[in-house]
């Protein structure tokens, strides 16, 4: 059974508002990182560089980072554009669903071995059952959900959407 949590354009309002609070963190900044996490991570990612590109002057980057979402310490974390690419710059790593927290700490993981101005993190949905000390400074909505409950987000051309199975 599907219950729906966020509409097309409950998603597309939120990731305008993210954008904002991104610009309005980086006002300063010449160039921003928007690392996105393979999958929904790195779709949302791009929502929310596309509207950076229209409201801000700064260059916008846009990183894929790549790893096992299962198994982040076998897979390693790569990203799509070289370390100097994102060396003393401000990076927004960008996730769909902040669970466990796993994803991000092992992303923000990877960034911290290079010296960088800021390190941001955003998510469309912070779940609230962490496992590691990491929190969402940009968030969509949060839910209070079980553990046996699953959170899917689909991105699709004019339908996306978030439900709860």
């Known amino acids: 059974m ?49 509207i950076l590109k229209k409201i801000t002057e700064a260059q916008i980057v846009l990183c894929k980072v790549s790893m096992d979402k299962k198994n982040p310490l076998k897979s390693g974390v790569e990203t799509s554009i070289p370390e100097d690419d994102y060396k003393n710059k401000s990076i927004v ?24 101005k800021q ?22 909505i949060s839910l209070s959900t079980s553990l046996n409950e699953h959170i899917k987000v689909e991105f699709k051309p004019k339908n996306d959407i978030v439900y709860l199975e």
């Open 93 to 116: 790593l960008v996730d769909d669903v902040l669970n466990s927290g796993t994803t991000l700490i092992y992303g923000v993981h990877h960034f911290l071995k290079t010296p960088i």
């Open 2 to 50: 599907k219950n729906h949590i966020l509409t097309h354009d409950q998603i597309q309002h939120i990731a305008k508002r993210i954008a904002y609070q991104i610009y309005e963190t980086n006002v300063d900044e010449k160039e921003i990182v928007v690392a996105g996490v393979n999958g929904g991570g790195n779709d949302f990612a791009k929502k929310i560089v596309a």
């Open 119 to 140: 390190l941001k993190t955003a998510v469309l949905v912070n779940r609230n059952h962490k496992k590691y000390p990491i929190k969402a400074d940009f968030k969509g």
